[in-house]
């Protein structure tokens, strides 16, 4: 099985929505370790609700800010990135374990979007436009492709993964992971 954790990412300081992202990882995998990366301007004393909670560290104001302060704090050889508020779905790490063959391999939830007649309307299924909710990297990969930049996500997930690819980066898309 995978050495996996959870790098819950606060964007708002949503108390609330930390602990319903905790509690659900906590029901489905009590042991893996679950660490929080919250926006720098947080208010102090919510701040410290969030650390009587979980180990929680302060980084920039940018998600990519958030992502990097995840994967630097980190102590799993894998981690999964989740958004606060979020929920987290059972067999995870048993759905994960089957595609993932060495550590350059990063995996990601495909996600269907339907019109309102419940046609499939669009398909996000490559790295650049995949949600960050499940997304599972290897550490030390993230560390030898470096951080993400502090331009837009969209712009620094690509330059990313333009790097990641010439470190040999094997990118998989996986039907059936839900995270809501």
Do not use: H, Q
């Not at 302060?58 to 989740?82: A, D, P």
């Not at 470096?146 to 620094?156: A, C, I, M, R, V």
């Amino acid at each position: 099985m995978l050495n996996l954790g959870f790098i819950i990412l606060s964007l708002d300081g949503n108390i609330g929505g930390l602990k319903n992202t905790i509690r659900s990882i906590k029901n489905e995998y009590p042991n893996e370790p679950i660490i929080c990366s919250a926006n720098k301007s947080i208010k102090p004393d919510p701040y410290k609700e969030m650390k009587l909670i979980c180990t929680t560290y302060k980084s920039g104001n940018t998600i990519t800010s958030l992502i990097n302060k995840g994967f630097e704090k980190s102590t799993t050889e894998w981690s999964v990135l989740v958004m606060e508020g979020s929920r987290i779905c059972k067999n995870l790490v048993k759905k994960y374990s089957m595609w993932i063959n060495s550590e350059k391999d990063i995996v990601y939830p495909l996600i269907i979007e339907y019109n309102m007649n419940g046609y499939p309307c669009k398909i996000n299924n490559s790295f650049y436009n995949c949600t960050l909710n499940g997304l599972c990297i290897n550490k030390n990969f993230f560390k030898s492709v470096g951080n993400l930049s502090d331009n837009p996500l969209e712009t620094s997930r690509i330059f990313w993964a333009i790097d990641a690819k010439e470190k040999g980066a094997n990118f998989k898309s996986i039907l059936g992971i839900k995270i809501c």
